[in-house]
């Protein structure tokens, strides 16, 4: 039975799931949907009530009876590298491709479905709450007065990208910002705006779960700094122990979304609370293991490897 | 309770239901996500364990604790009207949006989740294999050499695209076609090609299936007509009953597939036996209807007011 590991080539994350594996001689297959068609290849047959399916790509194929497991690592588009790409052809391999995946029977992670609705900020932080997480007052909304409003009472606030994603076109760095005092809130109007109140925080805590595991680190921030994932405070990621009720929490959340693997983020307040920032259900963990030894990649691999009797 | 409906403004269909839900009297919001923000806008409050939102169209506010069901019409995709218009502005705007749908406790017709699935062709074919439908042999394979065994296999072949959609730059139509005897099957190569053996059909049948009732229709087919959807044939869609094997069938497939409206279409051969072709799970029934008198946007009314005691 082998794994698939759905990414692009340049992955060191991927690769150290990949020695993982390999250590366990568990057979596996990379593979790029960007690679579809062209390199990569499949073909899937639906006859008299039978389905039988396969998948090549570097010589290597893949039978869909003998899937043990697929990782959403890092996939590129469908059709990305194809000699005319369209959107159209994307839409067609992607098709071709995610149908015949989910006519297996091999376990996701995670299961693009769940992906999807995961990645939804809204819906995050509906889920915290019903997990039992502390999670800072925050508001999404497009009237400026509502955005007023909650400025005044929470006096310290953050604003967010509400998506999670900067633009791209033209790229554009958005990290989370401190809102002054004085700030024009008109603004709002022209797009739904996530505001937050600010936690004033001694550290980032980063806590990876993979299936029924959680490797939670820890980093100092220096004091004021609002997003860390912008500019080098010298402080490092250090194994940091899970309280309890943040380890019921992160189970409680991955039940209710279906999730195999989430990275959580955690702002740590003076009083040593953790609250809940967000879960990326795709968040990569290759620097926190390489600063803190974690051993989330074999984690991964022996999620992917397992096989119920 | 208030019924949402996400579509855009020109939507005969909608109309169709919105009229019979004013005839019972059932509140309802019309809201089109192309026009947020803009016209409408949205509010979503994350307070110490509590989720408030609303959302406004028209001077009409719809607070998400009264939503009764959001009905998946047509929709926009977000921001579409905005003043200016951006990939990451529709993002933002339909995260906003479908994240704070997510946190209510409406039902959908059809969840998001659900229709997305759906809408996948290869899933489609093995989930009809599973609910008990007849389907005719299908590949869809990047292989010359296998579409070229097939086509000899089954002799009288059609191509279909994989997606269900045509391209759309340039724009072109993509009819279901007979695959020529001497066709050239390089070009498979080049994208993933759906192959499905030829029913030599007498009809064509639509059935709209809303909750636990189904609405059939047929109509009768030119002999050697391929594509319904092209070509005036002079017959018109009249209702029929449905085979008890196909009422089975139906309801297993929407139960696998969770979906709560689906529009199912089969070419009814000399036999008299219904193929499964597909389940368009945002199909219209407005025609349908229109043709043939059969109930539909009643049924869907009656769905969409339906509340739990």
Redesign the interface.
């Known amino acids: 039975m082998t794994v698939l590991i759905l990414t692009s080539e340049q992955d060191v994350t991927a690769d150290m799931v990949v020695a993982q594996l390999h250590e366990r001689g568990v057979p596996l297959v990379r593979f790029d949907p960007g690679d ?2 062209g390199e990569g ?11 039988r399916g396969y998948l090549s790509a570097g010589g290597r194929v893949v039978s869909m009876s003998g899937l043990r497991s697929i990782w959403m690592r890092r996939p590129n588009e469908p ?1 990305a590298h ?3 790409p ?4 994307s ?10 995946l ?2 297996t029977n091999a376990r996701w992670m995670n299961d693009p ?2 992906a ?2 995961a ?8 889920l915290a ?1 019903r997990s039992g997480f502390p ?1 800072p ?7 400026p007065q ?1 955005a007023r409003q909650f400025a005044e009472q929470y006096r310290h606030v953050v604003v967010k ?3 999670g ?5 033209p790229p554009m760095a958005l990290p989370t910002t401190l809102v002054p005092p004085d700030a024009d809130f008109a603004g709002v ?4 705006t ?1 505001l937050q109140r600010y936690i004033a925080k001694r550290a980032d805590v980063r806590l990876t779960s993979v299936g029924d595991e959680q490797f939670a680190a820890r980093k100092v921030s220096e004091p004021g700094q609002v997003d860390g994932r912008y500019g080098d405070t010298g402080h490092v990621w250090e194994p940091v122990e899970v309280p309890a009720r943040i380890t019921r929490a992160v189970a409680a959340y991955k039940d209710l979304a279906n999730l195999a693997y989430g990275a959580f983020d955690f702002a740590e307040d003076s009083e040593g609370t953790w609250w809940f920032l967000e879960c990326n259900q795709g968040g990569q963990f290759g620097f926190v293991e390489l600063e803190t030894g974690l051993p989330i990649a074999e984690a991964v691999a022996g999620w992917l490897s397992f096989t119920a009797e």
């Open positions: 579809l068609p290849a499949l073909s899937a047959e639906y006859v008299r009530g039978e389905f059709a194809a000699a005319e369209s959107a159209w052809l839409a067609e391999s992607g098709q071709a491709l995610y149908g015949m989910d006519c479905g769940a999807t609705k990645r939804q900020k809204p819906w995050q932080l509906r709450h999670v007052a925050t508001i999404i909304t497009t009237y509502v990208t509400v998506s994603k900067p633009p791209s076109d109007a022209a797009g739904p996530l």
